[in-house]
């Protein structure tokens, strides 16, 4: 196959029209080409009204040799690549231990699969429930205000990304085409074909359960053990002869242990008890950047208007989206600080995604129709470690989390200390009043919002950045600063405030066998590059456990 990039067709063209593309640009004829598939659809939508469509596409051609010749040095005309999978090795007939991944979010499902496809039958463990279950319990926050503190929006089956948008582009390198893989995965558990070749796939929330659920099943059937409702509360480590630590297993909450050699710890940006576990075990963390803000929400007509003007509303564009960033002056005090946009939800819904009682967080959600009203998204300023020391002054790699938990709790205070949020309207933000009321934009945060200033809510820089952001939004985004927008706080699990960091080897730097992995040690952000890192931990487990390269 030949792999045919940048092909610009425009919004609304036919079959044939690509197909004539596809000959014009290779100078064929019909006879010549076999056939062709979509490898990757985008859309260039800077000059609006003529929004164009480009083309990445697999041809079958049987002058394909004599082509690759004649196009010898055009970037476009190339190989088509092989992305499919391969397993790194295979698992012995006997295991002394079979290892165990902490967390079935999107990291621990992956690293579970692959070990479960190469034969290592992986014990799975999650604090949360089942996802049918989980999702009840999610909804007990949104409609009663009723949290369960092991089972909500951050713990259970499929981990943070469940109950999300379904983003699942990614910036990350990935040379061996991972990625691929989880999509192809996604795919045969449910997933639409057109993630495969879409440039910015999703999911939605709806789906994204039925796939957990399958993918659960074949975990199952090759031998894995998936345990919902075990929170591991602690570690085994021995340390030998030479001074090196190893693990040896974990224990549950409910006192059991149980022994592996190798364990990934794949807990997401929100197990903050279990970072202060690791952290009393010696294992080493540091503190890491992340960032903290606030949701906003326009009607998504304005969205689509500004990003596609007359274009607006066609069908293979779907709901707008849009990605923002400003690198502020400073001149509010200190340095200038990043404020960018971030999970970006078209259509969707501002959720309530605390894990602690007595916190508000907000994050996004929509289904796979992005047909909800608003549009939403965090805003966000970039904060690192220095900025952490008001809230913990110690020194302590924890320090991220005591900043966390200040902001949720105060947003809690300020929801009126019954998870509602506190929300404001753009326009009295900008001018420094509290909103009384609201214009029309309705907010979608569930249980409710608490009109009022939201001033107190972030430390002063952050809000002095996130005024500076928004009139230079409205100028990419015609609009974006409206007055009646709605701005819900507080927004400050964007990432993990810790690393767990680890070696070459993919080990934590200080204890062998511990494969930290994922969000919540400071390796992935996002379903699919957490994903990614499953897989990436995965063969490092397996490569420990066999101690050789098999590729099947
Ligand atoms: P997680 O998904 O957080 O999974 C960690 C798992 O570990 C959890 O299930 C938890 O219960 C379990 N766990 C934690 N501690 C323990 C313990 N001690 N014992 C046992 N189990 C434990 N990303 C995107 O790319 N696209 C999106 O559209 C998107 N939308 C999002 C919307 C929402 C509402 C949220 C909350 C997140 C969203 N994200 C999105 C982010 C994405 O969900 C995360 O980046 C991703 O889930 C991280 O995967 P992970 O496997 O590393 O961790």
């Known amino acids: 196959m030949l792999r045919l990039t940048d092909l610009k067709l425009p919004l609304d063209h036919g079959e044939a029209a690509l197909t004539a593309a596809i000959l014009g640009r290779l100078d064929i004829d019909a006879a010549a080409l076999t056939g062709y598939t979509v490898a990757r659809r985008g859309y260039d939508a800077r000059k609006r009204g003529a929004i164009t469509l480009i083309y990445a596409l697999d041809i079958d ?34 295991l002394e231990h079979r290892p165990l991944v902490v967390g079935f979010g999107p990291c621990g499902l992956f690293a579970g699969l692959i070990l479960a496809q190469m034969g290592f ?36 089956e499929g981990g943070a990304g469940t109950f999300s948008d379904g983003k699942l582009h990614s910036q990350i390198r990935d040379p061996q085409h991972h990625g691929r893989k989880v999509l192809t995965e996604f795919v045969k558990a449910g997933a639409p074909e057109e993630i495969l070749y879409v440039s910015k796939p999703h999911i939605g929330t709806f789906r994204l359960v039925t796939m957990v659920e399958n993918m659960r099943a074949t975990i199952e059937s090759l031998g894995g053990e998936i345990r919902f409702s075990q929170r591991v509360d602690d570690l085994l480590i021995d340390t030998d002869a030479a001074g090196e630590r190893h693990v040896r297993g974990v224990t549950l909450a409910s006192g059991e242990q149980l022994r592996a050699d190798q364990v990934v710890m794949a807990l997401g940006h929100s197990a903050r008890d279990t970072f202060e576990m690791l952290h009393a075990r010696d294992v080493y963390l540091e503190a890491k950047p992340f960032s903290i803000g606030f949701r906003i929400e326009h009607p998504q007509s304005v969205i689509d208007r500004a990003r596609f003007g007359p274009q607006a509303g066609h069908p293979i564009l779907g709901a707008a ?18 404020v960018y946009s971030f999970c970006m939800c078209p259509g969707g ?11 508000v967080v907000t994050n996004g959600m929509s289904q796979y129709s992005r047909n909800e009203r ?31 938990r200040a902001l949720e709790s105060r947003a809690y205070v300020l929801g009126g200390e019954n998870y509602s949020a506190p929300a404001q309207r753009v ?7 509290a909103s009384r009321e609201f214009g029309d934009v309705q907010p979608s945060y569930q249980p409710g919002v608490t ?27 015609r609009g974006y600063a409206m007055h009646d927008a709605i701005l819900t706080g507080v927004e400050t699990r964007t990432s993990s405030p810790v690393r767990i960091t680890r070696d070459d080897s993919l080990q934590s730097l200080n204890t062998r066998g511990l494969y930290p992995a994922g969000e919540g040690a ?13 897989i990436k931990v995965a063969e490092a487990v397996a490569l420990s456990i066999t101690g050789s390269l098999v590729p099947t």
């Not at 819904?349 to 916190?359: H, I, K, L, N």
């Not at 939403?376 to 008001?390: L, Q, R, T, W």
């Open 121 to 156: 039958r992986p014990i799975i463990l999650d604090r949360g429930k089942e996802v049918r279950e989980r999702t009840r319990d999610t909804w007990d926050l949104w409609r009663k205000r009723q949290l369960h503190p092991e089972s909500n929006v951050q713990f259970g």
């Open 374 to 404: 608003n549009a939403n998204a965090a805003v966000v300023v970039g904060i690192e470690p220095a900025d952490f020391a008001p809230f913990d002054a110690s020194g302590s790699p924890l320090a991220g989390i005591a900043l966390q």
């Open 451 to 477: 009109l009022g200033s939201l001033d107190s809510a972030l430390p002063d820089y952050a809000i002095a950045a996130i005024r500076e952001a928004l009139p230079t939004f409205e100028r990419q985004i």
């Open 349 to 359: 819904t501002v959720v309530a995604a605390t894990s602690e009682p007595g916190r």
């Open 522 to 534: 400071g390796y992935a952000g996002g379903i699919l590059s957490a994903a990614v890192d499953g």
């Open 321 to 338: 989206d849009y990605k923002l960033v400003h690198h502020g002056k400073g001149n509010q005090g200190g340095r200038g600080r990043s």
């Open 427 to 433: 326009g009295d933000f900008l001018a420094g009043r």
């Open 61 to 94: 051609t049987p002058r394909e040799a004599e082509l690759l010749r004649r196009f010898a040095g055009d970037p476009h005309v190339q190989p088509t690549p092989d992305t499919s999978y391969h397993f790194v090795t295979k698992a012995p007939p006997r």
